[in-house]
């Protein structure tokens, strides 16, 4: 059989700095567009997850964080191995600079935890960050974004809820999963993706009922990670289109009172992603594009902070190698 390999790159950026649209209020900045340069360069291949490696395994969806030790970690969903049920795992790789290139291989780092709740094979899209002295990980459980937490930003351990479960939360759409978090105005707002049947339909309180969009991004708020509040749907269809694969990897930064949402359109040879700006965080274009500010041909973006400069780690469209690369 043919291996079809998916990769990760990772590109050095300096993120909203090359273009800057002003008001007609004088030099008052409205937003910051990004732009890429410069060469990719590679940062790690496709790994080799030992009896589990499958013939047309995809390095999917992933996260980026540096560790108490000072370390930088990578960890990525692995689809298509031959793990049971989903056929997905995490797998891990470390680096002792954020922009050194070829990091370590570190193994398997995760797989789902089927007696808390997780879908067999079903873990997607990891997201890590620090809050309280905790590193945490959020995580889709295939169906529901679950949780784990670590001390040192390395070996990770589910946080329960009271149920017993890893579930944070689920739903408005079916296969919950994506999920970022970024912090504003002392709350967390929770980010992520669902979509509906084929056919556009979802059955709530025992009634089959026909959605408007497809897929989408939504948003949940929290004080304390619980994220009790309704979803709201803060970004769908238009220029993005209205399939199942439209709104996946939702990733959201904040710059001067901007909010920048990044929307995965394809991954492959022909990357794509949308990018919006707003004021609002529960409010990127639903249904309209006001808030579209243009694209850029890549898959997937992480972006990272590291001593006043933003990186961006993406996908590699090419099937040998992840690159990296300098943006303004």
């Known amino acids: 059989m043919t291996k079809f390999i998916s990769k990760l790159a990772l590109a050095v950026i300096a993120l909203f700095l090359l273009f800057n649209i002003f008001s007609c209020r004088g030099n008052e ?14 940062v790690a291949n496709n790994p080799d997850p030992g009896p589990l490696t499958g013939d047309r395994q995809q390095t999917v969806d992933f996260a980026v964080w540096q560790a108490a030790d000072g370390n930088w970690q990578l960890w990525s969903c692995i689809r298509g191995t031959r793990c049971v049920g989903r056929n997905r795992l995490f797998y891990g790789w470390e680096g002792s600079s954020l922009t050194g290139a070829n990091w370590k291989p570190l193994g398997i780092v995760m797989t789902a935890d089927t007696p808390l709740g997780e879908t067999e094979g079903g873990l997607q899209a990891p997201y890590v960050f620090r809050w309280k002295g905790k590193y945490r990980i959020i995580y889709g ?21 009271e149920e017993g479960s890893s579930e944070l939360f689920s739903g408005s759409y079916l296969n919950t999963r994506d999920p970022m978090v970024i912090r504003l105005n002392r709350k967390f707002y929770g980010y992520y993706t669902g979509y509906t049947c084929p056919d556009g339909t979802l059955e709530e309180n025992g009634q089959v009922v026909k959605k408007t969009f497809v897929s989408g991004v939504f948003c949940r708020t929290s004080d304390d990670l619980l994220y009790r509040s309704d979803a709201v749907m803060v970004s769908a269809g238009v220029e993005a289109g209205d399939r199942p694969g439209s709104s996946v990897c939702p990733f959201v930064v904040e710059k001067e009172d901007w909010c920048y949402l990044f929307r995965n359109q394809y991954y492959g040879e022909n990357n794509l992603n949308i990018h919006y700006a707003s004021k609002n965080p529960f409010d990127f274009g639903v249904g309209y594009d006001e808030y579209n500010i243009g694209t850029l041909p890549v898959a997937m973006p992480e972006i990272v902070a590291c ?22």
């Not at 900045?29 to 590679?42: F, H, K, L, N, T």
């Not at 459980?141 to 809820?161: D, M, V, W, Y």
């Not at 400069?309 to 300098?326: A, C, H, Q, V, W």
């Open 29 to 42: 900045p409205i937003m910051y567009v990004s732009v890429i340069s410069g060469e990719w360069w590679s």
């Open 141 to 161: 459980g295939f169906s529901k974004i679950c949780l784990a937490e670590s001390i040192h930003g390395k070996n990770f351990t589910r946080a329960l809820n």
């Open 307 to 328: 001593k006043g400069r933003d990186y961006i780690f993406i996908l590699n469209p090419g099937p040998d190698e992840k690159r990296m690369t300098s943006m303004h």
